[in-house]
């Protein structure tokens, strides 16, 4: 059975968002879920943190961290 990986989306140091998935997403799919959190009026999440300990900075200049 597999487990659920819950991301955080983060606009600045607050959390806003949060999606569950199968396995870690994608920076794409990530950056797709947070523009549904800013439609919904939640702001543009500009950090996902995942509960594998994953970090995804999704605008600017940001690189990936893991």
């Known amino acids: ?7 955080y989306f983060y606009v600045g ?3 806003v968002w949060f ?5 870690p997403l994608s920076k794409e799919d990530l950056q797709k879920r947070a523009l549904i959190a800013a439609e919904r009026g939640y702001g543009t999440p500009d950090t996902v943190i ?3 300990g994953r ?3 999704l605008g600017g200049e940001g690189a ?3």
Do not use: G, L, N, P
Not at 1 to 7: A, F, G, P
Not at 19 to 23: D, G, L, N, R
């Open 64 to 66: 990936d961290t893991e």
């Open 19 to 23: 999606s569950e998935w199968y396995e």
């Open 55 to 57: 970090m995804v900075k």
């Open 50 to 52: 995942d509960s594998t």
């Open 1 to 7: 059975m597999s487990k659920r990986v819950t991301h």
């Open 13 to 15: 140091e607050q959390r």
